[in-house]
Every structure is written in structure tokens, then in C-alpha cells.
């Protein structure tokens, strides 16, 4: 059981990473300014589902694999820069009028929320970097170090969750102003193009 001086401890560094400028929080922005706040809020949603994944992976040990494994490490960052591409293309072909303003609302908060999922997974130096911060604030003594691991995955969710959810309102903001001009749109669907082929070469080039 964690007590409360680490929380709090715990609390503002998860906070003050949240903040700092990342492929996460960049692509919540970039969501929420082409697609509106709703879109946003998805997308973290699902940023934060991933987040779970690799809180569990850290727990239960399976995360140390890719901390030792190049081919490991290498196939899921290419997988996760190939989805990025892909949403560039995408990106990059969409018209101003076409902006998933209709069909099935369902089926737009599933994709959403199924791409921010993909985002997080396919980063493995996510799950490196929980391997590395989660351990410096669980101590053997307080007890069982899966359960704390679980606790302070948790608590990064809480807080990166405040500071998604405040970017994704934000920028919706600024997306709804903006989308009443379909000149404006298409040139959001450029600028989040370019931001998705940033982040494919940012993942593809990283090192364990």
C-alpha cells in the first residue's frame, strides 16, 4: 500500500511528464483540433487503455522483454510507425467536407477509441519507461509489488487523464472554431498529416 507522501510525490511527477510536450499528448491535441473536444476525450480514452496495458506488462514482468530484446523492441515500433503512416495517408487524402462529421456515430468512437489504443501499445518505450519510473516509488516493505505497480499505474492514468482531457477541451475549442471553414479543415487534415509522419519517424528511430 502506497502511503501519502508518495502519492503526492508520484502525483506531480506523472503530472509534470503529462504536460511535457510527447507523441501522446500531441496527438490528443492534433484529434481534438481536426475531428472537435468529443473526438479528443475518445482518443484519450483509449491513450489511457494502452496505459493500463503497460502498467500491467510492468507488474507482471512481461515489459522486461523488450528492455532486453532488439527484434522485440524493433517489430512493435515499426508496427507502430507503419499505423502512424497510415494515418497520414489518410490525413493527407481527406477533404475539408470530409472530416468524419457523419455515418454511424458508433463506429467513429470505436476507431477513436481503438487508434489511441494502437498509439500507446506500439510505443515500447512507453513500457520501458514504466519499467524504469514505477519501480523508484514501490518498496518491498510496504508489500506486494505488483499491487503497488498496479496502484501507481493507476494514479499515472488519474493524472494523465486530467491533463489529456484539459488539452483535448482546449483544442477542440480552437478545432470548432476553425472547422466552420472548409478551407480551414483541409488544412487542419495537412498539419495533422505531418504531425503523424513526426511521430511514425520519432517511434521508428527510437533506441531501447
Not at 507522501?5 to 491535441?29: H, K, Q, R, Y
Not at 517489430?75 to 510507425?81: D, M, P
Not at 518491498?140 to 499491487?147: A, D, I, K, L, Y
Amino acid at each position: 500500500m502506497l502511503d501519502s507522501e508518495t502519492i503526492l510525490t508520484f502525483w506531480i511527477a506523472s503530472t509534470l511528464l503529462a504536460l511535457a510536450p510527447g507523441p501522446d499528448n500531441i496527438f490528443v491535441l492534433t484529434q481534438s483540433a481536426v475531428h472537435g473536444k468529443s473526438a479528443g476525450i475518445v482518443t484519450t480514452l483509449g491513450l489511457l487503455t494502452g496505459v493500463m496495458v503497460h502498467t500491467c506488462a510492468v507488474a507482471f514482468g512481461i515489459a522486461a522483454l523488450f528492455q532486453t530484446s532488439e527484434v522485440a523492441f524493433s517489430v512493435l515500433k515499426y508496427i507502430g510507425a507503419a499505423y502512424l503512416l497510415y494515418l497520414a495517408w489518410n490525413a493527407f487524402r481527406a477533404r475539408g467536407q470530409a472530416i468524419e462529421t457523419a455515418g454511424d456515430g458508433r463506429v467513429k468512437v470505436r476507431k477513436l477509441y481503438l487508434r489511441g489504443i494502437i498509439m500507446n501499445v506500439t510505443n515500447p518505450k512507453v513500457s520501458i519507461f514504466f519499467l524504469a519510473f514505477l519501480p523508484q516509488f514501490a518498496d518491498p516493505q510496504r508489500g506486494s509489488m505488483v499491487f503497488q505497480f498496479l496502484e501507481l499505474g493507476g494514479l499515472f492514468i488519474l493524472s494523465g487523464g486530467v491533463v489529456f482531457f484539459g488539452i483535448a477541451l482546449l483544442a477542440g475549442m480552437l478545432g470548432d472554431w476553425l472547422n466552420k471553414s472548409p478551407r480551414a479543415q483541409s488544412m487542419l487534415n495537412k498539419i495533422a498529416g505531418v504531425v503523424f509522419v513526426g511521430l511514425a519517424l520519432k517511434i521508428a528511430t527510437a533506441h531501447r
